[in-house]
């Protein structure tokens, strides 16, 4: 990145007051975004870290401060191991898969060129679905009664599967989905990475005599570092968050069958406006957030590293 | 930041008019149309399969038949009429229609500061609003929630609607975004439009933003589509049923109409049908703008 180099003559002479100028109609500028950051995001995230010390309840007079109480009846809690676990399993089952799916159809898209434009158009369907119907269609698709899904594993001469009513496979049938609707996002990202790529790297590693998997181990892969830290970075983080899919699917019981499928996010939801106790939600806030910090720092620090070329 | 973002006409696509070794349909192109068709097929059944179930009749619902014996439009009449479907249709589009022009207008605003003013605290403005990325949505709702709460904002029509909007008046992926697209422009252009006496402003509006139209039809798409499909917050603020958004309004729906899979299904793809048309009018702008800003740090 260039700053503003001194490439014309007239502008060392005017340099200063240009510079005040400039640095006046950024602030300018700056003001009300730098002011909707403040109220909207800063100030909220202090206010979570000190409702977070208090037993903070809606529906009572009082609001007694209670120090860590809130934080040490978390390692009490089965109920929140549980849904860091899941949380978790939703992560890693999750973010590898649209990776790995995501890069196989992007380097497809890449080899052909008739209807290239409406498979892409195609694969991006699902992303602009709305969460909620996608949610509601796949809990009809995955029915153990009267599902289509079991129809075809019955013709498979497969028995039926109980999908999102057993605790043993709600989360997977869960995560399935989000995976599907997250997939053409994901091979949008790794068509703009493998564009970026400049061709005459293959050329050359042709011309050497590489075949096609020497030059994707060597050549792609490596190359689409910055693509895949973004998406294991931000991926890790929206997989953290997971609220909207998991209601739908089990809007009724909230968390699927004995709490298989639910998520730190949602189990924050049910604390704080299910049962209205702030306080203790927001330590679970406040959990949330050093897990995402660490898990993201970590990540950028071993990611960004192993192909530095 | 060195590297050019790809421009579409150096994509291979375009590149492979020049002689390369192979471009018949050999195994390898052959096998990714295999790849790809049955990745389709998985990919679309749902759809297909939420439409045709919205034409069926109640009596043929719960048949397996993938196409409707008598197809009927009976779950459209129901929702349209009998429902509050079309009021809660009408508020998403409200607020995810001024959240997108909010976010358009000050993320690219931010995004040009950030990119072509020198100013001290210009780096530390910049890392403080990417780091409110990973503050979790969860955390920010409960303080939110008191905030609205206290000020008793969601009783009355406007203060409803601006207690939904406010949190996505701004985005910092946005101004990511735009700081990255606005950093290719030469600065060159800028200098020549200000020795002709134009404002700072008008340099932005009418010089720079107009340059940077693919990146601004993929953010609007992105922040339209993130504000018709959010669910928490509005899930959380909304006390009364006609300030009700599309996702909101469907989730409860289950409860009001007892489980009408048809309704459902009805309402679902009458959902997806105004993203798809955006979707499908802004295709080439959204993907190139992806494409062009590389999503690159």
Request: proline share 7%; glycine share 6%.
């Amino acid at each position: 990145m260039t700053r503003t180099a001194p490439t014309s003559p007239p502008r060392p002479r005017r340099g200063g007051s240009m510079r005040r100028h400039q640095a006046r109609t950024a602030y300018t500028f700056l003001l009300v975004p730098l002011i909707f950051f403040l109220i909207v995001r800063f100030l909220p995230t202090l206010s979570a870290l000190r409702l977070s010390v208090f037993d903070w309840n809606i529906l009572k007079e009082q609001q007694p401060f209670v120090g860590l109480e809130n934080y040490e009846r978390l390692f009490a809690d089965e109920k929140f191991g549980q849904s860091l676990r899941n949380t978790a399993l939703y992560a890693v089952i999750g973010v590898p898969a649209q990776i790995a799916l995501g890069l196989v159809v992007a380097l497809m898209l890449n080899r052909i060129q008739a209807l290239r434009g409406l498979f892409r158009a195609l694969y991006f369907a699902p992303y602009v679905t709305p969460i909620v119907a996608a949610a509601w269609v796949w809990q009809w698709l995955f029915s153990p009664q009267f599902g289509p899904i079991n129809t075809f594993l019955i013709w498979l001469n497969i028995p039926p599967q109980n999908f999102l009513t057993s605790p043993s496979q709600a989360l997977a049938t869960t995560a399935a989905l989000v995976v599907w609707q997250n997939l053409g996002f994901q091979i949008v990202l790794f068509l703009a990475g493998l564009a970026a790529i400049p061709r005459s790297y293959y050329e050359a590693a042709e011309i050497d005599g590489a075949n096609g998997t020497q030059a994707f181990w060597k050549i792609t892969l490596p190359l689409l570092n910055p693509t895949i830290v973004f998406s294991v970075v931000t991926g890790t983080i929206s997989y953290l968050q997971l609220f909207t899919q998991v209601v739908n699917l089990n809007f009724t019981d909230q968390g699927g069958p004995l709490g298989s499928t639910m998520t730190v996010a949602l189990y924050i939801y049910q604390i704080a406006f299910g049962r209205y106790q702030m306080g203790y939600a927001s330590a679970i806030t406040v959990v949330l957030f050093v897990i995402i910090l660490a898990i993201t720092l970590i990540q950028l620090r071993f990611l960004t590293r192993r192909y530095d070329l | 930041m060195t590297t050019h973002p790809a421009r579409p006409e150096e994509r291979p696509a375009a590149v492979s008019g020049q002689p390369r070794p192979r471009r018949r349909l050999n195994t390898p192109v052959l096998l990714a149309y295999v790849v790809l068709t049955v990745g389709i097929v998985v990919t679309l059944f749902p759809f297909a399969w939420m439409l045709l179930t919205s034409l069926k009749s109640f009596q043929e619902l719960f048949n397996l038949a993938f196409l409707p014996a008598v197809p009927t439009l009976d779950n459209y009449r129901q929702v349209l009429l009998e429902t509050r479907f079309l009021q809660w249709f009408a508020n998403s589009l409200l607020v995810a229609g001024v959240t997108t022009a909010s976010v358009l207008f000050f993320d690219s605003l931010v995004g040009y500061t950030l990119a072509k003013f020198d100013f001290p605290g210009k780096n530390l403005i910049f890392i403080l609003i990417l780091s409110t990325l990973m503050i979790p949505t969860e955390m920010l709702v409960i303080p939110w929630f008191v905030g609205v709460s206290d000020l008793q904002l969601t009783r009355s029509t406007p203060g409803a609607y601006f207690a939904i909007m406010f949190p996505g008046l701004i985005s910092a992926f946005g101004v990511f975004l735009m700081r990255q697209f606005f950093e290719t422009l030469p600065d060159d252009l800028l200098e020549a439009a200000r020795i002709d006496g134009m404002s700072e402003f008008g340099i932005f509006w009418r010089i720079a933003l107009p340059l940077v139209r693919p990146a601004l039809a993929s953010l609007a798409i992105f922040t339209f589509l993130g504000n018709w499909n959010a669910f928490l917050w509005p899930l959380i603020v909304i006390q009364k049923p006609e300030f009700r958004t599309l996702p909101v309004g469907t989730a409860l729906f289950n409860g009001e109409a007892g489980t009408q899979w048809g309704l459902i299904m009805a309402a679902s793809s009458l959902a997806v049908i105004p993203v798809l048309i955006v979707f499908a009018i802004f295709q080439k702008q959204i993907i190139d703008g992806i494409v062009l800003t590389g999503m690159k740090g």
